[in-house]
């Protein structure tokens, strides 16, 4: 069956960096869209990041752009997001979630169960 797993998340200093990742089983990781969404604090789901597998476009949030990259290995079936410059206002669960196909336009079908990024001196 299809499995997404979030680790990596962490309490870390404002300006600080973490990387996220997301190990994927239970299908043909090369040929779904990936993407992160995360969810702060008594607010509702906030998209982060998309990886296109159809062309291999990534896209961003204009909150993370340039602070925020995201990628993914094919041969070890995971999606990581690297984060760098972290504000007290990324503090949120991270999730990561697969499209119905190649395409981030699908909708999404799998949803990781999540890991808690806490930004605070």
């Known amino acids: 069956q299809v499995q997404l797993v979030e680790s990596g998340g962490g309490l870390v200093q404002p300006g600080g960096s973490l990387r996220l990742s997301c190990a994927a089983s239970?299908?043909?990781?090369?040929?779904?869209?990936m993407s992160w969404v995360r969810q702060a604090p008594g607010k509702g789901l906030e998209w982060v990041s998309d990886f296109n597998s159809a062309n291999g476009n990534t896209y961003y949030a204009n909150s993370v752009k340039g602070r925020f990259t995201i990628s993914r290995d094919n041969a070890k079936s995971t999606l990581y997001l690297q984060m760098n410059s972290l504000k007290p206002e990324d503090t949120a669960v991270y999730y990561c979630?697969?499209?119905?196909?190649?395409?981030?336009?699908?909708?999404?079908?799998?949803w990781g169960q999540g890991t808690q990024v806490t930004v605070s001196s």
């Open positions: 239970g299908f043909t990781f090369s040929s779904y869209a």
């Open positions: 979630a697969r499209a119905r196909t190649n395409w981030v336009t699908a909708p999404y079908d799998y």
